[in-house]
Nanobody, 116 residues
Framework: VQLQASGGGLEQPGGSPRLFCAASGSIFGINVMGWYRQAPGKQRDLVAT???????NYAGSVKGRFTIFRDNVKNTVYLQMNSLKPEDTALYYCKAQRSVAPYIVWGQGTLVTVSS
């Protein structure tokens, strides 16, 4: 399975971009998809996850501002980002958790830079 992330770029504070992550290849067994981010000099942290049944989990720093959702027909997970802050600047990675090997798959990062 391959994950292709897109949608990053330069955004102004308060902006509302949407990130996309499309899964292709052997998509069988994907249970949870999620977004993580890594700011310069920091570790990669959870942003949000969504299960096959639509259950979601968010980091406290983005709760109420970001929304994760998935289209199981298109095998795509989205991250709607609202009310962006400079501290949201990071490389955003999508991740798939599967019930079969490989159990964890990462996509390439897409850079979101929040600056006026």
């Amino acid at each position: 399975v391959q994950l292709q992330a897109s949608g990053g770029g330069l955004e102004q504070p308060g902006g509302s971009p949407r990130l996309f992550c499309a899964a292709s290849g052997s998509i069988f067994g994907i249970n949870v998809m999620g977004w993580y981010r890594q700011a310069p000099g920091k570790q990669r942290d959870l942003v949000a996850t969504v299960t096959n049944s639509g259950g979601t989990n968010y980091a406290g720093s983005v709760k109420g501002r970001f929304t994760i959702f998935r289209d199981n027909v298109k095998n795509t997970v989205y991250l709607q980002m609202n009310s962006l802050k400079p501290e949201d600047t990071a490389l955003y990675y999508c991740k798939a958790q599967r019930s079969v090997a490989p159990y964890i798959v990462w996509g390439q990062g897409t850079l979101v830079t929040v600056s006026s």
